[in-house]
């Protein structure tokens, strides 16, 4: 292969399949093998006639296959911040929850953030993005509602003065259309809701220092990527800001479950808020001067130091 490039989406997405497949195919299918049951996982018994235990596994891996599919979409169409949706793709509790639809919203979270990268968003593309973008919103808010904050992806970059009126047309309806995923009618949401509480593959008790590895990751890759100019401060502080609401709305939503219902909030219910992140640090190129970094390899070693303590633990199960 030739030498890659920070902007290739050969090489992320080359990655991803390599060092993300086999530690989703492996969570999904050591799991126990008769938990509840996801909507695709009834599907699968449904059409396939398996017993409960062969299409709990059967619709695990469905979850992982539409998992990979909608990481490798993003890692394809984002025009910039790659390496961080590869980060948010690859995290151990994102690899974790790929086998069910926690993971799948999480990848509905980074398509959206990685449709609306390219600063302008101009062309002959910029109607079906943002379309694709609106939609897979749509899809998350109504999986959890606690992601509307999602939206407001949508209204950056921010319009010059002047022009609000195509800015409510172009930006506005479509984060108002997006967050009416949250207010459709009750049962249809509940009967969603009742997928995604299915149970995924139990997550391996990771060593503290590969936590520790990803924390470095997160940390030290948007500092040390410096090439490139950031977005506006305002718009920075906006998409945090709707980062922040969306913590705020989960923790909401785990004090007001019936009791026996709320878990505690887990790290899976905040890894779609990630995506926000993206948009708001991701640096853009200058010219075609665009060599892999050593600082976007850091991502790529942490996920394959992640294989690596998978082999090992279950090697010593």
Same mark, same amino acid.
């Given at each position: 292969m030739n030498?890659p490039?920070a902007?290739?989406?050969?090489?992320?997405?080359? @990655?991803f399949l390599g060092?993300g497949?086999?530690v989703c195919?492996a969570?999904a299918l050591i799991?126990?093998p008769?938990?509840?049951?996801d909507?695709?996982g009834?599907l699968?018994g449904a059409?396939?006639?398996?017993g409960?235990?062969?299409?709990a596994?059967?619709?695990?891996?469905?979850n992982v296959?539409?998992f990979?599919t909608?990481?490798?979409?993003?890692?394809?169409?984002?025009?910039?911040?790659?390496?961080a949706?590869?980060?948010?793709?690859?995290?151990p509790?994102?690899?974790?929850?790929a086998?069910?639809?926690?993971g799948?919203v999480?990848?509905l979270?980074?398509?959206a953030?990685a449709?609306l990268?390219?600063r302008?968003?101009?062309g002959r593309g910029?109607?079906?993005?943002?379309?694709a973008?609106?939609?897979a919103?749509?899809?998350?808010v109504l999986a959890r509602p606690?992601?509307?904050p999602?939206?407001?992806?949508l209204? !950056?970059p921010?319009?010059?003065a002047?022009?609000?009126?195509?800015f409510?047309?172009d930006?506005?309806?479509?984060?108002?259309?997006?967050?009416?995923?949250?207010?459709l009618p009750?049962?249809?949401?509940t009967?969603?809701?009742?997928g995604?509480?299915g149970?995924?593959?139990?997550?391996?008790s990771?060593?503290?220092a590969l936590?520790?590895l990803?924390?470095l990751?997160?940390l030290?890759?948007?500092l040390a990527l410096?090439?490139?100019p950031?977005?506006p401060p305002a718009?920075?502080l906006?998409? !945090?800001?709707?980062?922040v609401l969306?913590?705020?709305? @989960?923790?909401?939503?785990?004090a007001?479950?019936?009791?026996?219902?709320?878990?505690?909030?887990?790290v899976?219910?905040?890894?779609?808020l990630?995506?926000?992140l993206?948009?708001?640090?991701?640096?853009?190129r200058?010219?075609t001067?665009d060599?892999?970094t050593?600082p976007a390899?850091?991502p790529v070693l942490?996920?394959?130091?992640?294989?690596?303590?998978l082999?090992?633990?279950i090697?010593?199960?």
């Amino acid at each position: 292969m030739n030498r890659p490039s920070a902007g290739g989406a050969r090489f992320w997405g080359l @990655a991803f399949l390599g060092l993300g497949l086999p530690v989703c195919v492996a969570l999904a299918l050591i799991g126990p093998p008769g938990p509840a049951l996801d909507a695709v996982g009834r599907l699968a018994g449904a059409a396939l006639g398996p017993g409960p235990a062969d299409a709990a596994r059967l619709g695990r891996l469905a979850n992982v296959a539409l998992f990979l599919t909608l990481g490798l979409s993003a890692l394809a169409l984002a025009a910039r911040g790659r390496a961080a949706l590869f980060a948010l793709l690859c995290l151990p509790a994102s690899l974790a929850a790929a086998s069910g639809p926690e993971g799948v919203v999480v990848a509905l979270a980074a398509l959206a953030a990685a449709l609306l990268t390219p600063r302008p968003l101009t062309g002959r593309g910029r109607p079906a993005r943002l379309a694709a973008a609106t939609l897979a919103i749509a899809l998350a808010v109504l999986a959890r509602p606690a992601c509307a904050p999602l939206a407001g992806m949508l209204l !950056v970059p921010f319009p010059p003065a002047g022009r609000f009126g195509r800015f409510g047309r172009d930006r506005l309806a479509p984060a108002v259309l997006a967050l009416l995923a949250a207010l459709l009618p009750a049962l249809f949401r509940t009967s969603l809701a009742a997928g995604a509480g299915g149970e995924a593959a139990p997550s391996p008790s990771w060593p503290p220092a590969l936590s520790g590895l990803w924390a470095l990751v997160l940390l030290v890759t948007p500092l040390a990527l410096r090439r490139g100019p950031l977005p506006p401060p305002a718009e920075r502080l906006w998409l !945090v800001g709707c980062a922040v609401l969306g913590l705020w709305l @989960a923790g909401l939503a785990q004090a007001l479950a019936p009791a026996g219902h709320a878990d505690g909030l887990q790290v899976r219910d905040l890894l779609p808020l990630g995506a926000l992140l993206v948009p708001a640090f991701a640096r853009g190129r200058i010219g075609t001067a665009d060599s892999l970094t050593w600082p976007a390899l850091l991502p790529v070693l942490a996920a394959a130091a992640t294989l690596a303590a998978l082999v090992v633990l279950i090697g010593s199960a």
